[in-house]
């Protein structure tokens, strides 16, 4: 049984349709990371499933139970990362921790989370005196305190510099280790690529996409770009597009100067074939690169948006 199954959800302020239809389900265990441009609908749509906000229609179901019927039971299950401007600034980690676990039936101990969030040695200092990555690791850590089965993590990175942004990755893959599934929301498609199991991309408040980060980028294109540049000029260049134009394991290619781009099937092929003809010639490559297609070309390919970053 899925651990979450959303159906048909919808909700509407006023005359903006925030969330129009969305159905997704995850498994436990997973990474499950929900994109989109902005106003897409995603905080509206974790707000629903974390019983915030109630939906105008639809049905969500965490580990078989429902909102209204249920709730003190899902609150068991879920931890929910507070916005860090909730942490308590006069208390320390320490007793942040404490108090969100005075709420719950059933808690982790505050020296286990401590450690996991890697806050041990801070854990007296003050939440004011704390630096953003230590607030925002503090407030993944209030949302394990109560040992949930499912986390959501509403765009716990945004607004760190790269290495803050790289221990929150750390605590959130060690969670995984320990089966939990987390939801999770984020504006920098290198750490969706990198964390989730499975990835939705929502526009307009509707799921436009859903797969692992691999078949997105798959479903995207077969094609690879390779990249060349010369020594020899604008005139080794040309000789090799026009040499290599028409070749079937290239679909296309484009010269800019002594720079030739070209996309293709099979790139390893037409390396072969293209650094073959530069060797006949004794034209001297001066740099060869071959480029990935990543989640943002999926990205920008399925919204048509340019990244948020
Ligand atoms: N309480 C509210 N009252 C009125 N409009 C709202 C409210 N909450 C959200 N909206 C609107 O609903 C739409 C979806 O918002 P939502 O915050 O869910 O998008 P999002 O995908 O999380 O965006 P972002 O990436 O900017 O955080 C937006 O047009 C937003 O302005």
């Not at 997973?30 to 441009?37: Q, S, W």
Request: net charge negative; glycine share 8%.
């Amino acid at each position: 049984m899925p651990v979450l199954e959303v159906k048909n959800l919808r909700k509407s302020f006023g005359d903006v349709k925030a969330v129009q239809d969305i159905s997704f389900n995850v498994e436990a265990g997973e990474v499950f990371t929900i994109i989109g441009p902005n106003g897409a609908g995603k905080t509206t749509t974790l707000e629903m499933i974390e019983g915030l906000q109630p939906p105008d229609a639809g049905s969500i179901a965490v580990a078989g139970l429902s909102w209204g019927k249920d709730d003190s039971a899902i609150k068991t299950l879920i931890g929910v990362q507070p916005q860090s401007s909730a942490l308590f600034d006069l208390l320390t980690a320490e007793e942040n921790l404490d108090l969100f676990a005075s709420f719950y039936p059933k808690r982790k101990s505050t020296a286990e989370v401590l450690e996991m969030i890697n806050l041990t040695e801070h854990r007296s200092k003050r939440v004011k005196s704390l630096s953003g990555g230590q607030r925002q690791r503090l407030a993944i850590g209030l949302a394990m305190i109560n040992d949930p089965q499912v986390i959501f993590l509403d765009e716990p990175t945004t607004g760190l510099d790269p290495q803050a942004r790289r221990n929150i990755w750390d605590i959130i893959l060690r969670l995984k280790q320990l089966g939990t599934t987390i939801i999770l929301t984020t504006h920098y498609m290198e750490e969706a690529e990198k964390l989730s199991d499975r990835v939705c991309i929502v526009d307009q408040g509707t799921v436009i996409s859903l797969d692992t980060p691999a078949a997105l980028i798959g479903k995207l294109t077969k094609e690879r770009e390779v990249r060349l540049s010369f020594y020899d000029g604008e005139d080794a260049a040309a000789q090799t597009e026009e040499a290599l134009r028409g070749r079937p394991d290239i679909a296309r290619m484009e010269r800019e100067g002594a720079n030739v781009t070209l996309w293709s099937p099979e790139p390893e092929q037409a390396l072969y074939g293209l650094l073959g003809f530069t060797k006949e010639h004794g034209y001297r490559v001066e740099h060869v690169s071959i480029r990935e297609m990543s989640l943002e070309d999926v990205f920008i390919a399925f919204t048509g948006k340019e990244w948020r970053d």
